[in-house]
């Protein structure tokens, strides 16, 4: 597995999310914890099941495809309760 791709694609994925939101608030916030997050990321990215994070993104693009807010927003706070469970084991 070629981390840097993978943490470069996992990126790039959530700056589209972000960017289609519309939401100035939340792409001001992205650039603010942007830096520090992914290098954090990085960091534990090699040690961590690809195919598990893969799995957690096509969920939340499953979430996103359907088009209801409702189903959205539950996958988006679950994904990133996740992500905020991950930062702190680090």
């Given at each position: 597995?070629?981390?840097g791709?993978?943490?470069r694609q996992?990126?790039?994925f959530?700056?589209?999310i972000i960017r289609i939101s519309d939401n100035?608030?939340?792409?001001?916030?992205?650039q603010t914890v942007q830096?520090?997050?992914w290098t954090i990321v990085t960091a534990r990215i090699s040690s961590y099941d690809l195919e598990e994070?893969?799995?957690?993104?096509?969920a939340l693009l499953d979430a996103l495809k359907t088009r209801d807010p409702q189903t959205a927003m539950?996958?988006?706070q679950r994904h990133i309760e996740e992500l905020g469970q991950w930062i702190e084991q680090s």
């Open positions: 597995h070629d981390v791709q993978m943490v996992d990126n790039e959530h700056e589209t100035d608030l939340l792409c001001q916030v992205w830096f520090g997050t994070l893969a799995r957690r993104h096509e539950v996958a988006m």
